[in-house]
């Protein structure tokens, strides 16, 4: 009886592990690249995660911090659960979009270890009135916490941004350097696989919790 009770209890253990730290994929699905999409379709309810043989041939559109993606204004896209990541790349800087089924903060995070220690992140949230706010922040630990770049001596490097909000969404946009020179930003790889967290809240503050969160690996070249 005694090994039984040895067995169960090492069970427990493992599940409360893998519950603790999780895949990187709240819904327990894969992120999928969303993008490049067939011209006509629309980026934000993507049907497929390859590209079809006409997206080569789509139409590139300038890009805008207008809060509205574009077909033709991304060279990348991602979804992780509900959350959509848009990647484009110029001379050097580097352009996203993110749209998240929330009317509160969304934020995307580049780089660092598990969890949020060392990563570079972006945290934006739409005013009713339309006033975009957007902090460039680093964090410190695991879970945080995460301050503007300014606490640690850092720069504010996001160059130009805006962004919307519907219904049931925000789309927020911005754009900021491959290689910032700050040491609290992550140095965007022009090539190769690079860490990506997200999170969305139900709130427009900085401080509240998430109220969903993920990770997952892009490129932009």
Do not use: C
């Not at 327990?28 to 067939?38: Q, V």
């Not at 574009?70 to 050097?92: P, T």
């Amino acid at each position: 009886m005694m090994w039984r009770k040895t067995l169960f209890v090492l069970a427990v253990l493992i599940i409360a592990v893998v519950m603790v730290l999780g895949t990187g994929h709240p819904k327990g699905s894969p992120s999928k690249e969303i993008f490049p999409s067939p011209p006509g379709s629309s980026p934000q309810s993507p049907a497929t995660s390859k590209p079809s043989p006409s997206s080569t041939h789509r139409k590139v559109v300038p890009w805008k911090p207008d809060g509205v993606i574009e077909d033709g204004e991304y060279q990348r896209a991602y979804k992780d659960g509900d959350f959509e990541l848009y990647l484009r790349v110029e001379n050097g800087t580097l352009m996203v979009g993110m749209r998240a089924p929330t009317r509160g903060w969304l934020a995307v995070g580049f780089g660092g270890e598990r969890g949020m220690k060392g990563a570079d992140i972006i945290i934006a949230y739409v005013l009713p009135n339309g006033t975009v706010m957007v902090s460039d922040e680093y964090s410190t630990g695991f879970s945080g916490p995460h301050n503007p770049n300014g606490v640690y001596g850092g720069t504010d490097d996001v160059l130009s941004y805006g962004g919307s909000e519907g219904p049931d969404y925000t789309v927020v946009e911005f754009s900021r350097k491959l290689d910032t020179g700050d040491r609290h930003d992550f140095k965007i790889p022009p090539a190769g696989k690079f860490r990506v967290i997200w999170a969305y809240a139900l709130e427009d503050d900085f401080l509240s919790m998430h109220a969903e969160a993920g990770s997952f690996y892009a490129e932009v070249g």
